[in-house]
Structure formats: structure tokens, C-alpha cells
């Protein structure tokens, strides 16, 4: 089924790429995403069963390909209006809608990936597609920026490809020919701890880079600062995902292991680390997509800490997963917009935005609401969970530290925020010819307004999914 | 045998701290991918005739002839001459490489557990601890793809201890690696090279806070 | 004893076969193969010439250095015949003996108080500093294969190994050979013919000495060529041969290291002068690597 979905995208995307007319690319679009909700949907119905030897529809993969299907909706549309305004070719165009697919393609064979090689294949893919779009732009800095996002992902992925190759040396001594996830779980006991735990210190280095967590997060920071809003988008919630998932995958392996308590101190100091990097760097940015990237960066140090909790722990890092693609989504679909008035990402050059887009100024209201974790964002729910989690595994000055740095996040978010939506417009700034259209953010709205519902008032299927999702790790 | 090209690729190593020149570089990777090949052809000879016979051919093409073509053509196009003063002088960066070379002897005798065929695992350790520090020392962005070669390497060389067991799927995985690697890095050097006419990295160090 | 009369017939002819060598492939006329013996019993001739700051030192210490020559050609065995004098672990004495010769050399160029001389003193301190590592771990590491520490037992046992020992002796040849050439100051550290003051080393050491001594110094530079061209041979050379045939692949063998040694000069430029000390702790470094691969296939382990 999968193998048909992807020759089936493969297909449409060479067709957009060498085809290059509008009208072609705006249907094959449009069948792609049909495609892709099709094929999660029929994951979701055949739940835990193999659909190769390679793939497996498993909780995790079906709940953050749903994730995915939304959110690529979401992106397609904002892209179109990006692509609009900003007035590309027709082949510019055409490379990047075709970029796009191969990239959820990538991203889909990721997720549902049984067997580390092919994870480890389809995470390689999702790294240059990216680098495509993110050079998007084609200025100085992005030439600068997607260089050093190559570079150090194809290292970060080297290092996790070794860790990878340690995990198989002690696999092979105890008869697995193969690399299935399930295979090793069920070996994993006999496996030789040190090696393990080497394993899993270089796969979680290497998909750092991906995830956005402590050693290589600096890569996806400067990708933020040039590439595209949608990109951006894109980048900072179903990529995250995907480093989130690789490392989950190896997790799973050791859980039942000898070594889990080694290794969830070790998620417990990248997550404090990344939480710290985030909040020395927020206090020198300038530049409002970095902080959004740093935003990112914390989040993710977050997840990991939830991971490295356990307990209730688990079920919260999954949550906080979800909840911060859809918040940090919609931030970057409205920054898009906030690009339209005043043609800057300089938080300097950017104030009074309420005054000039009475909806726009509303949505990132309830967005910053939402990503700083206030109630009644979703968000407030899984950083509760994780505290208590922390609190009860007996990690307090773990957890007291967090909530110490989390403070400075806010204040430093707030400021700029305010700063953002409540300042004086700044003089000079000609704003006749910037066409918005309010219904824009309604994508947003929708977005955070299912936050919240999920947040509050949780429907049954998608508790039994992250419920299933961590019922191997006990 | 294999000692015979443990050593030669030790010393190709040594070789890679004391050169300077861009073309020496290339052609230190040719050799180091003819002295894998050897290492391939002495070691991996209990799995079956077709596997042997395609890493055979893959190492001998991909890492002996594709990889050093391409990057000609990059040096060509950007007039690569010389590695302008790294920056720790030749003199250290060979007494370092000796001291990684023990560091790795120390590491590779600490892991060892008998049962693997750990013969390799001193000049992979080395060649990927090594691959790191030339990117490190070097200031120009083509030395950063050649360190990352080494360290493919190096993997390389990891693989085989397990390439008994687990043959094709390693090795498709370094050779997705290195295409991936050469074409991508290939052509972005070469946009590099034209937007900013130098592939110096400190041109590369405008975002900032 | 017949080792000895045997390095002593292959010194002189070593540095014409070398000048030979360089003339055929510069395609110019070759000077006679006793050329330089014709130059040497020249100057055996004449008599030395002091300054007045010299001391002493500046007058024995050309002898002293010959001597030490002499002397540590005792210690080396050829195939099956033992050297003069043989103990356990000779090398270092050897090696040792070797650089007490160069130290005379060093001080008495100090003493002359020429500025030019003490910058070659400089200099050729440093590169035998560099150098003598590499010699100290490659011996290290023959002696660990094989489990002997004297020159003859070394080469002894060395002889009955199998595969392993050719791998080890090809390095060991390669590594002795640049050894030999950094000693007695040949290309690409040091260029013989150039008179360029800024970049002599060792010429500029010997430039006040005159005469009897001068000789002295050139006779004891064949002299170590031809003890390294005998090591080198000791690793080709099988135990089990009759005595005609080691003698014969002896020969044969320093005039092959002679013809190689030319050919390197010929087709290799001088190094730069600061890229030297790179270059020659680049050998102690292949030393190192030698070293190490013996601890792996001997495996001895450090750590556990």
C-alpha cells in the first residue's frame, strides 16, 4: 500500500516538476494531498499491522501522520498565497510544489518506517529536500544558511548512522540479520549494555540536528532565519517530528533494558541543556523568526524531558509533540502575513501591528497565548504533565530549574510580542499596496481552536493512539 | 594481509595532516579508496559471490574514480590551488594525528570483546576522529567536504566488522551517503564559489544575532 | 670481523655510485666512481688549517667523530656474520654512540664563533632531535616482533617469520632509507651541492674545516651510509643462504640503495627550509604507526 502511495507521489511530482503549468500543478496538488489523507486514514484503520517488511502502521507514525496531513493542507494553501505575492516564475514555482511533495513523501516513509536502515534512508531524503526549499529565496545569507544546514545534518546523520551500525554489531553477535525494529526489541535484552548505550549517545547526537535539541540545534536556527514562512512552518513541526521519532524508535529498543535509567538522565540533561541554550540565546535575537526558532528549540528540549521522566512522562512528550506543530504552525503562517506589512523580519522594524490587521494582531495574540503555554492552550495540559511527572520520578531541581528558565522565556517572548502588536507604527512605513485578505487566518483560528479542544477535551481515538504509541515502553 | 593495508591507510592519514594542496588531497582519496579496496577484498569473503562482488565493484568505482572526478571538477572550477595557513600548523596537526591514532588504539583495545572482527576498528576510530579535527583546522569549505569523506571512510571501515552478517544493507546505506554527498555538496560548492568568488569561511559568517 | 671488512670496502665506492646516478639522469658527463676517494686521499694530504677562536674542541673533535663511526660499525651483523661486538640491547648504544659524534660536531662548530656555523648547528640539532624517534620505535618494534634486542639476534630471528615480516620489513626499509638520508644530509632535507649560506645545514657545520679533518668527516659520512646500507640489507638477506649468495645479495644491495638514494635526489627538489620538521616528524609518525601495528599483530595489549 505504501509502495503504491509513493510511486504513485513520485509519479506526480516529476510530472509537476517537468510539466511546469500552473493549472497542472495546482490539480496534482490537490490530488496529492487527497493522497496523503487517504493513505493516513487507511493506516488508522489497519493500526499495528505490517504493511512490508519495511513499514508498519504504528501508533506513533498514524497519529503524526495525521499531524502531517493537516498540516500540509495548511501549507500548500499558505504557499500558494507566498508563491503569489511574491511573484515567482513558473519554473520556480513548479520546483518548489515539487519539492514539497517529495519532502511529505520523505517524510511519510519516515514515519511509517519498520527497519532502521530504511529510517535512517528516508530521514538522509528528508534532509536535502529541505535544503531545496530552504534556498528558496536565493540570497547571500540563504546560500550561507542551507550550506551549513547540508553540512551539519549529513554529519549529524553520519554520527547516527554509526550509533546505528553499533546497535547492528551487537544485533549480529546475538543472530538478528536484519535491522526490523521489532527484531531488535526483542533482543534487546541480550544485547551488550556498553554498546547500547554507545548506540544510543550517537543516534541521539546525529538526529539531534533534525529534532532541534542540544549538540546540533544550531543548524535548524539559522535555516529559520532565511527560509520561506510556510517552510518555516514546515521545518519546525513535521521535521522536528520526524528527528522526535527516530530517536523515540531507538528509545524503544532500550526500554526495557538494563540501561533506560542511564539513558533518560541523559534526555534529561540534553532537555535541560536545550532549555538553557534557548534561553541565553532568546535574550540577544533580533530577528523574529529566530526567536521563533528558539521557541522551537525549547520546545523540543521540553519533549525530551518528558521523555526522560517516564511515567506519565511519555504520554505528555507525545502530547507536547502534537500540540507544538499545530501552535507553531500557525505562528509561522501569520508571520508570512506580518511580512507583507512591514517587509522585515527585524524585530526593531516591526511594531503597532494591531492597528494595521485587527485579525492578523487577534491571531497572534491567541497563538503567543497558546505557545507560552498559558491556559486554555493544549499546551498548558502537556507541560503540567511533564512538571508532575518530573516531580513524581523524583527529578525536582530538574523541574524547578525548567520552570525558572521557562520564566525568562516568557518574559523575553512577552516583550517582543507587546512590543509587536501594542507599539506605534513605525513612521514612514507605506503600506497601500499590501494585499491582505482576512480570511487568511481563518487556517490559524482553525488550527489553534483544535489546540484547545484537544487540550480540554481529548476525543477517544486520539487517547487510545498515544495511549498505544507508548504502551511498548511499559 | 590486512595489516599491510591497516598500515598504508595509517599512513595516508599522516599524509592528509602534512599536505597542503587541494590536489593532494584528491588524490589521497583515490588511494585510500584503492587501499579499501584491498581491505574488502581480503575480509569479506564468506558471504555469498553477488553481494562480494557488487561491494567490489562499488568501492572501486564510487570511491576511487566518481568521488576524486567530481571533486576535480569542483577545484578546476573554482581555481582551488592551495589551503592557505590551516590553523594549527602543519608540524602540530602531525603530532596530533599521532595522538588520535593512540587515543583511537586505546578506545578500539578498551571495546574490544573478542567475538567481532575488530582488526579495523584503530584506523576507523582514527580516520573519523581525524575526518572531525580537518574540519575543524581548515578554512575553506571544500577541505570541510574532503574531512567528511575521511569520515565516510572511516565508517566504511566500521561496516565491515559487520558486513559478514548484515552485507547489502550497509553498504547501500555509505553508498546512498557518498552520492548524496559528492552531488549535493558538489554543486553547492560550486554556488558558492560563484556568489561570493571565494571559498573562504569567513564569507559564510553574516548570520548572526 | 668480516662484517666490518665488508662495510669498510662498500664506503667508498657509495658516494660515487650516488654522483653517477645524479649525472645520468641530469644527462651529463659522469665524473669516475673513485672520484671521490681521488678528493678524499687530496685531502688526506694537506695539512689543517686553525683559527685562532677555536679551542680544543674544534681540533679532536672531527676525530672523535670518526671514531664513533668506526666504532658503531662494529655492532652490525650482515645475514649470518656476526658483528665485532654484540650485546643485548645494542641499538641503544649504537644510536647513542652515533649522536655523541654529532654532538662533537655541533660543539665544535659553536666554537669556531662563526654565525653561519652555529646556524647549521642549529639546524642539524633539530633534525637529529626529530629523526631519532623514528629510529628508536622502529627498532622498538622489530625487537617486540621478534623478541631479541641485539642487531643479531634481531635479524636473526627476523629471518624465520612469515608474511608478517615482509609487511614490516618493506615499512622498516622505506623508514631506514629516509633515516639515512636525513643523517648524512642528503636531498630533501639538505642539499650537498648548494652554497647558499642561508639554507646549508650540514656543509655550513664542516665550513672551517680544512685538510686532515675535512677527510676525516667525508670518509665517516661513507662510512654511515654504508652501515645503514647494511641494516637495510639485513632485511632482504635470509639466514639460511650459504655464504657466497649473502654476500654476493649484500653487495648487490648496497649499490641498489646507492642507485635509489640518487634516483631520489634526482627526481625530488629540496624541501623549503621552515616545511622540514613537518616532513621528518612525518616518518616518526609512519615509526609510530609501525609501532602500533606490532603491538596489534603481536597482540600485546595496553589496556584492558
Redesign the interface.
Known amino acids: 500500500m505504501l509502495l503504491i502511495f509513493f510511486i504513485f507521489s513520485i509519479i506526480l511530482c516529476l510530472s509537476v516538476f517537468l510539466l511546469k503549468k500552473k493549472i497542472i500543478t495546482n490539480l496534482l496538488s490537490k490530488i496529492f494531498l487527497a493522497a496523503h489523507s487517504f493513505i493516513s486514514i487507511n493506516a488508522y484503520l489497519k493500526i499495528n499491522q505490517f504493511d512490508s517488511p519495511y513499514y508498519k502502521f504504528d501508533s506513533l507514525a498514524v497519529l503524526l501522520s495525521f499531524v502531517l496531513s493537516i498540516l500540509s493542507v495548511a501549507t500548500f494553501y499558505h504557499s500558494y498565497l507566498y508563491l503569489k505575492r511574491h511573484k515567482v516564475s513558473k519554473r520556480q514555482e513548479a520546483n518548489y510544489y515539487a519539492a514539497l511533495m517529495m519532502l511529505i513523501t520523505a517524510m511519510t516513509s519516515a514515519y511509517f518506517a519498520e527497519n532502521l536502515a530504511v529510517l535512517w534512508a528516508s530521514v538522509e531524503a528528508t534532509t536535502l529536500l529541505v535544503s531545496i526549499l530552504i534556498f528558496y529565496e536565493h540570497t547571500e545569507e540563504a546560500l550561507e544558511a542551507t550550506w551549513k544546514y547540508l553540512f551539519i545534518c549529513s554529519v549529524g546523520i553520519a554520527f547516527a548512522f554509526i550509533g546505528i551500525l553499533f546497535l547492528s554489531m551487537t544485533a549480529g553477535n546475538n543472530g538478528l540479520t536484519n535491522l526490523s525494529i521489532s527484531g531488535l526489541i526483542s533482543i534487546a535484552k541480550l544485547m551488550d549494555p556498553l554498546w547500547l548505550k554507545i548506540s544510543f549517545l550517537l543516534a541521539l547526537t546525529g538526529f539531534s540536528a533534525k529534532m532541534g535539541l542540544f549538540p546540533l540545534h544550531t543548524v535548524a536556527v539559522d535555516a529559520h532565519t532565511v527560509a520561506p514562512p510556510p517552510i518555516s512552518a514546515f521545518i519546525s513541526t513535521t521535521l522536528m517530528n520526524v528527528g522526535f521519532l527516530a530517536i523515540y524508535r531507538i528509545f524503544t529498543i532500550v526500554a526495557h533494558t538494563e540501561i533506560i535509567d542511564w539513558v533518560q538522565n541523559v534526555l534529561l540533561i540534553v532537555g535541560l541543556l536545550s532549555v538553557f541554550m534557548a534561553t541565553i540565546q532568546l535574550q540577544r535575537v533580533n530577528h523574529f523568526k529566530r526567536m521563533f526558532a528558539f521557541s522551537s528549540l525549547e520546545h523540543m528540549g521540553i519533549v525530551a524531558l518528558g521523555l526522560g521522566a517516564g511515567g506519565i512522562g511519555f504520554y505528555a512528550a507525545i502530547l507536547h509533540l502534537v500540540f507544538h506543530a499545530f501552535t507553531k504552525a500557525s505562528l509561522f503562517y501569520q508571520v508570512g502575513q506580518i511580512h507583507q506589512f512591514f517587509k522585515s523580519y527585524w524585530i526593531k522594524d516591526v511594531s503597532g501591528y494591531f492597528k494595521l490587521n485587527p485579525v492578523g494582531g487577534l491571531s497572534v495574540l491567541f497563538c503567543f497565548i497558546s505557545i507560552l503555554a498559558i491556559p486554555p492552550s493544549g499546551l498548558f495540559v502537556s507541560e503540567f504533565l511533564i512538571f508532575k511527572a518530573l516531580f513524581i520520578n523524583n527529578h525536582p531541581f530538574v523541574a524547578i530549574a525548567v520552570l525558572v528558565l521557562l520564566s525568562f522565556i516568557i518574559y523575553t517572548i512577552l516583550k517582543n510580542v507587546l512590543h509587536l502588536l501594542y507599539d506605534d507604527v513605525p513612521v514612514g512605513l507605506n503600506f497601500e499596496n499590501v494585499k491582505v485578505n482576512q480570511y487568511e487566518t481563518i487556517s490559524q483560528f482553525v488550527l489553534l481552536s483544535l489546540v484547545i479542544y484537544l487540550g480540554i477535551n481529548p476525543p477517544l481515538f486520539f487517547t487510545n493512539l498515544i495511549n498505544g504509541a507508548i504502551s511498548v515502553l511499559n | 594481509m590486512t595489516y599491510l593495508f591497516i598500515i598504508l591507510y595509517a599512513i595516508t592519514l599522516i599524509y592528509f595532516a602534512l599536505s597542503e594542496r587541494t590536489k593532494k588531497f584528491i588524490w589521497l582519496l583515490a588511494i585510500q579508496g584503492l587501499i579499501l579496496f584491498g581491505v574488502v577484498f581480503f575480509s569479506l569473503n564468506e558471504i555469498d559471490i553477488f553481494d562480494f562482488i557488487f561491494i567490489l565493484l562499488e568501492t572501486i568505482i564510487v570511491k576511487t574514480m566518481v568521488v576524486p572526478w567530481f571533486l576535480n571538477k569542483v577545484r578546476k572550477h573554482n581555481q582551488l590551488k592551495r589551503e592557505h595557513e590551516p590553523y594549527v600548523p602543519v608540524f602540530y596537526s602531525i603530532i596530533v594525528v599521532i595522538l588520535i591514532l593512540m587515543v583511537s588504539f586505546l578506545l578500539s583495545s578498551y571495546l574490544n570483546n573478542g567475538n567481532m572482527h575488530t582488526q579495523y576498528f584503530t584506523v576507523a576510530f582514527t580516520s573519523i576522529i581525524f575526518g572531525g579535527y580537518f574540519i575543524i583546522i581548515h578554512k575553506n569549505i571544500f577541505s570541510n567536504v574532503v574531512g567528511y569523506l575521511i569520515i565516510e571512510n572511516g565508517i566504511f571501515l566500521l561496516s565491515l566488522a559487520v558486513g559478514s552478517v548484515m552485507p547489502i544493507m550497509v553498504n547501500l546505506a555509505i553508498l546512498l551517503d557518498i552520492f548524496m554527498a559528492v552531488l549535493i555538496l558538489g554543486l553547492f560548492i560550486n554556488r558558492v564559489g560563484d556568489t561570493f568568488k571565494s571559498l573562504k569561511t569567513e564569507y559564510l559568517s553574516k548570520l548572526k544575532d | 670481523m668480516l662484517s666490518l671488512v665488508l662495510i669498510l670496502i662498500t664506503a667508498p665506492f657509495f658516494v660515487g655510485i650516488i654522483l653517477k646516478v645524479k649525472a645520468k639522469f641530469a644527462a651529463r658527463k659522469m665524473p669516475s666512481i673513485l672520484q671521490p676517494i681521488y678528493d678524499v686521499s687530496r685531502l688526506f694530504k694537506k695539512g689543517a688549517v686553525y683559527s685562532t677562536t677555536t679551542s680544543i674542541i674544534f681540533k679532536i673533535a672531527p676525530l672523535v667523530y670518526f671514531s664513533s663511526v668506526v666504532i658503531a660499525a662494529f655492532f652490525i651483523p650482515i645475514g649470518s656474520l656476526k658483528g665485532v661486538l654484540s650485546f643485548n640491547a645494542d641499538f641503544v648504544y649504537f644510536a647513542y654512540l652515533l649522536a655523541f659524534g654529532k654532538f662533537m660536531m655541533i660543539l665544535a662548530a659553536m666554537d669556531t664563533g662563526s654565525g653561519f656555523e652555529g646556524m647549521g648547528a642549529n639546524r642539524e640539532a633539530l633534525y637529529s632531535m626529530l629523526i631519532e624517534p623514528a629510529f628508536f620505535i622502529l627498532i622498538v618494534s622489530l625487537a617486540l616482533f621478534t623478541e631479541n634486542t641485539s642487531f643479531y639476534g634481531l635479524f636473526k630471528s627476523l629471518q624465520i617469520s612469515t608474511?608478517?615480516s615482509y609487511?614490516l620489513g618493506l615499512?622498516a626499509i622505506y623508514v631506514l632509507m629516509y633515516i639515512a638520508m636525513i643523517e648524512n644530509s642528503r636531498s630533501p632535507v639538505d642539499d650537498p651541492n648548494t652554497h647558499l649560506e642561508l639554507t646549508m645545514i650540514h656543509e655550513v657545520m664542516v665550513l672551517d674545516n680544512s685538510g686532515f679533518d675535512l677527510a676525516l668527516i667525508h670518509v665517516a659520512t661513507w662510512l654511515k651510509f654504508s652501515i645503514y646500507g647494511a641494516l637495510i640489507s639485513n632485511f632482504i638477506i635470509q639466514m639460511e643462504w650459504p655464504l657466497y649468495w649473502q654476500l654476493g645479495t649484500y653487495f648487490l644491495i648496497q649499490v641498489a640503495f646507492a642507485g635509489v638514494v640518487g634516483l631520489l635526489e634526482s627526481f625530488r627538489a629540496r624541501n623549503k627550509l621552515g616545511?622540514n620538521?613537518?616532513?621528518i616528524?612525518?616518518l616518526?609518525?609512519?615509526a609510530?604507526?609501525?609501532f602500533?601495528?606490532t603491538?596489534?599483530?603481536t597482540k600485546k595489549?595496553?589496556?584492558?
Not at chain 3, 301 to 304: A, D, E
Request: aromatic share 8%.
Open positions: 608474511n608478517l609487511i615499512t616545511k620538521p613537518q616532513w616528524i612525518m616518526s609518525a609512519i609510530i604507526v609501525l602500533l601495528t603491538l596489534i599483530i595489549i595496553i589496556l584492558y
